[in-house]
């Protein structure tokens, strides 16, 4: 089993920053792939970023590359998404996941932090 919780949501003007961070417990041993994904009111939820366990190679959704940073530090079992000149539409709960294999859905899910951009 693997658990996860986020933090470092809040409010925030637009053009402003804010870093979420996801702590990861458990077996952190078996973890593929960590990944952040967001879900705006209204909307479904959507992919924004992922790093893989191993080596930190990133992939990231195209609206938010050149702002938000995903990157984990495996002696801390934390994943990191550092988000920089949000924008209104950046407004949504964000949630860390756990993926233990290539190509299988993410498994283990945080209860999510929430990120209000004002415009």
């Known amino acids: 089993q693997v658990q996860l919780v986020e933090s470092g949501g809040g409010w925030v003007q637009a053009g402003g920053s804010l870093r979420l961070s996801c702590t990861v417990s458990?077996?952190?041993?078996?973890?593929?792939?960590m990944g952040w994904f967001r879900r705006a009111p209204g909307k479904a939820r959507e992919f924004v970023a992922s790093?893989?366990?191993?080596?930190?190679?990133?992939d990231s959704l195209n609206s938010v590359k050149g702002r938000f940073t995903i990157s984990r530090d495996n002696a801390k079992n934390t994943v990191y998404l550092q988000m920089n000149f949000l924008k209104f539409e950046d407004t949504a709960d964000y949630y860390c996941a756990g993926q233990l294999e290539y190509g299988q859905p993410y498994r283990y899910w945080g209860q999510g932090t929430q990120v209000t951009v004002s415009s």
């Open positions: 458990g077996r952190t041993d078996s973890i593929y792939r």
């Open positions: 790093v893989r366990w191993s080596d930190g190679s990133t």
